[in-house]
């Protein structure tokens, strides 16, 4: 359905560098049609350097609000007069909501996540080790998001063993959960499954166009006492995915949170429950079509 743009329409959009991939605008428009909801969500292509100029025509265009992505989303937050405790953990935001000249920054990537195992996978983090494959800012999302749920043990395993340490530092210091980095080895995963009932694939390995590639992991160790998310939804069912299966994993894909994490912004900007079924089916659209 086409969105009727009238004197009155509410603007929300993208900020991104690029944003041409994005499946954003097609989720987001199609829930704001479903419901005759008088809003447009637009993509913009944000350079760097013009991210500050950019922030400031939130106000000044009086956008309702925006999301943020690759590069912008640790980047933005000195441009903000307020930031969630959960942008503050995380260190980045996803989410911009503009209430009367105030920007405020939300991350929704980690609560999206938390509500796709939920509703996706039927999984509660609560009390459960968890392994962490990658560092990056979606890694650092998911394990803000997991320690705040109540995961007792997060496992980080990184190509750049530093980073894994810092984050595993950062959480122990500042979240209730216990966090340790470790090699990312076949023998030191092996080791680790044993004890883990949640994997969270986090690198962008085995994305389209690259996705016959997979991150090395000792999928002989996997069984049905795990579940394996992998946070790429391009293709939803990745490599990575479909060995975790062959062992006998259960498997959720990346579709899952950026519907969810799109659904937040969804409800922070316009105070209405998400069409979740219509912004699935524009996700699935959108895959069909690349
Ligand atoms: P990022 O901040 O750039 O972090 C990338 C991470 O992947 C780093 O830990 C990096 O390790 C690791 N990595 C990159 N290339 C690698 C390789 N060839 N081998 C091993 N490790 C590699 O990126 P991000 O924002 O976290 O995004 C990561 C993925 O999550 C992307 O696929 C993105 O699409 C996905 N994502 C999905 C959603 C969703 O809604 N489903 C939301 C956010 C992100 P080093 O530290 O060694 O560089």
């Given at each position: 359905?086409?969105?009727?743009?009238?004197?009155?329409?509410?603007?929300?959009?993208?900020?991104?560098?690029?944003?041409?991939?994005?499946?954003?605008?097609?989720?987001?428009?199609?829930?704001?049609?479903?419901?005759?909801?008088?809003?447009?969500?637009?993509?913009?292509?944000?350079?760097?350097?013009?991210?500050?100029?950019?922030?400031?025509?939130?106000?000044?265009?009086?956008?309702?609000?925006?999301?943020?992505?690759?590069?912008?989303?640790?980047?933005?937050?000195?441009?903000?007069?307020?930031?969630?405790?959960?942008?503050?953990?995380?260190?980045?935001?996803?989410?911009?909501?503009?209430?009367?000249?105030?920007?405020?920054?939300?991350?929704?990537?980690?609560?999206?996540f938390?509500?796709a195992l939920?509703?996706e996978a039927g999984f509660s983090p609560a009390g459960k080790n968890v392994l962490v494959l990658?560092?990056?800012?979606?890694?650092?999302?998911v394990?803000?998001?997991l320690?705040?749920?109540?995961a007792q043990e997060i496992s980080i395993a990184?190509?750049?063993?530093?980073?894994?340490?810092?984050?595993?530092?950062?959480?122990?210091?500042?979240?209730?959960?216990?966090?340790?980095?470790i090699?990312?080895?076949a023998?030191h995963l092996g080791e680790v499954l044993g004890n883990v009932q949640l994997i969270v694939q986090t690198?962008?390995?085995?994305?389209?166009?690259?996705?016959?590639?997979c991150p090395s992991f000792p999928f002989h160790c996997l069984g049905r006492e795990h579940l394996v998310c992998d946070l790429?939804?391009?293709?939803?069912m990745t490599k990575f995915l479909e060995r975790a299966r062959e062992a006998g994993a259960a498997v959720s894909s990346?579709?899952g949170?950026?519907?969810?994490?799109?659904?937040?912004?969804?409800?922070?900007?316009?105070?209405?429950?998400?069409?979740?079924?219509?912004?699935?089916?524009?996700?699935?659209?959108?895959?069909?079509?690349?």
């Open positions: 359905m086409q969105v009727k743009i009238k004197g009155t329409t509410k603007i929300c959009g993208l900020f991104g560098y690029p944003v041409e991939h994005s499946f954003s605008p097609a989720m987001q428009n199609a829930a704001f049609s479903s419901l005759l909801l008088d809003f447009v969500y637009v993509p913009f292509t944000v350079a760097p350097g013009d991210l500050a100029q950019a922030v400031r025509a939130v106000r000044a265009l009086n956008l309702v609000g925006v999301n943020v992505t690759v590069p912008h989303k640790e980047k933005v937050l000195p441009f903000l007069d307020e930031l969630t405790p959960e942008a503050q953990l995380t260190g980045a935001v996803n989410t911009i909501v503009h209430i009367e000249g105030r920007l405020v920054g939300h991350n929704t990537d980690g609560a999206g938390l509500r939920r509703e990658g560092a990056g800012g979606a890694a650092r999302a394990a803000v998001a320690a705040g749920a109540g990184n190509r750049t063993a530093q980073r894994a340490q810092e984050l595993a530092r950062e959480l122990n210091e500042r979240t209730p959960a216990k966090a340790r980095a090699f990312w080895s023998r690198t962008p390995v085995g994305m389209t166009p690259g996705r016959e590639q790429i939804y391009n293709p939803p990346g579709l949170m950026l519907l969810h994490q799109g659904a937040l912004a969804f409800e922070l900007w316009t105070g209405k429950n998400a069409p979740l079924e219509v912004m699935r089916r524009a996700l699935l659209e959108q895959l069909q079509e690349r």
